[in-house]
């Protein structure tokens, strides 16, 4: 029965893998890090970990940008992504040649709000965003129960946002002079206030500009996705004082223009993951489940 066979988990991340074996219930059995180096050397060490495990699939949540559209000739590789030596290598295929093995792939947040769906805090919903504030800001969006991709998978990460004065000059993003991943990600706050986020806790005027952004964040993605829950994930989010700035600001730049029960509830609207930060590789094993099924 499938539902009986061992399958494989890999969170491909930009620092680190995360590599787990488990089953299709959730239930991880073991897992191993393995630092994210050269292209060559990352997979070899990846590979061999799976090799001996018995895995009857392996679902894979990867950085991006990346091709996740099956009929796309790029298919299961990292596109124009900063990391250089990681353009255009061939992850999946990588992979999956050497495992033999019926392989998902999908986005890292893509997988991550598949996690949540299944196993976390928006189980039941068809319609969900999850977010990454980390390093980066990246969002997974499931549409009507299916994860978006589109012409390549949604980067509303780097969405436009507004500044103030005082902002000026202030966003890190190499491409975009005012856009969110640039002005509130972990790198963004700590290039702004001189120390990293984790030691900035007390300073409120911190959190009062990082939970603008996202407000103004959520508040577009609710315009544009109408998502039924947005689940707010990633290493910043460990300020958990975020939450309830966040919903006031969401709500505040809504300026009352939609009017639905979810938006009545905020603090179910807008929350932390369900899966303890287990979210990625949950989301991957669901994804081998699929590619069994
Ligand atoms: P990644 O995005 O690389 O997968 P994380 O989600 O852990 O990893 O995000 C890392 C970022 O989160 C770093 O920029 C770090 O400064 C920030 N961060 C980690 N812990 C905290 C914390 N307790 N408070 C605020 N920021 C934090
Ligand atoms: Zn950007």
């Known amino acids: 029965m499938a539902e009986q066979q061992l399958i494989g988990a890999l969170e491909a991340g930009g620092t680190k893998m995360v590599c787990a074996t488990g089953y299709a ?32 699939a392996l679902g894979i949540g990867a950085f991006g940008p990346t091709a996740v559209n099956p009929a796309s000739s790029q298919y299961g590789k990292i596109l124009e992504t900063p990391k250089t030596a990681w353009r255009y290598f061939d992850l999946l ?13 999908d986005t890292d947040v893509n997988v991550a709000c598949l996690g949540e769906v299944t196993f976390g805090c928006a189980q039941g919903l ?45 966003c890190v993003c190499p491409s975009h002079a005012s856009c969110l991943e640039g002005l509130a990600s972990g790198p963004a706050i700590a290039a702004r206030w001189g120390k990293p986020a984790a030691e900035l806790a007390d300073n409120d005027e911190v959190w009062a500009l990082e939970g603008d952004y996202l407000g103004q964040m959520c508040a577009n993605l609710v315009l544009m996705y109408s998502p039924r829950r947005i689940v707010l994930g990633g290493g910043v989010m460990h300020q958990e004082q975020l939450y309830g700035i966040v919903r006031k600001k969401t709500l505040e ?41």
């Not at 060490?45 to 799976?50: C, E, G, I, L, P």
């Open 93 to 105: 295929g990588t992979i999956q040649n050497e495992l033999n093995i019926p392989c998902g792939y």
């Open 126 to 170: 068809t319609d969900v965003i999850y977010l990454t504030i980390g390093t980066g800001v990246g969002a997974g969006v499931m549409c009507a129960g299916r994860l978006l991709h589109g012409m390549l998978h949604p980067e509303a990460g780097h969405m436009l946002v507004r500044t103030r004065p005082t902002e000026e000059g202030r």
């Open 25 to 56: 219930d959730g239930t991880v059995l073991e897992r191993e890090q393995i630092a994210t180096t050269t292209p060559q050397e990352t997979v070899e060490a990846v590979n061999a970990w799976f090799a001996d495990k018995d895995i009857a």
């Open 253 to 293: 730049y809504l300026g009352g223009y939609i009017q639905t029960a979810e938006l009545k509830d905020m603090e179910s609207y807008i929350c932390a993951p369900g899966c303890g930060g287990d979210q990625g590789i949950l989301g991957a094993a669901e994804l081998a489940r699929r590619a069994l099924a």
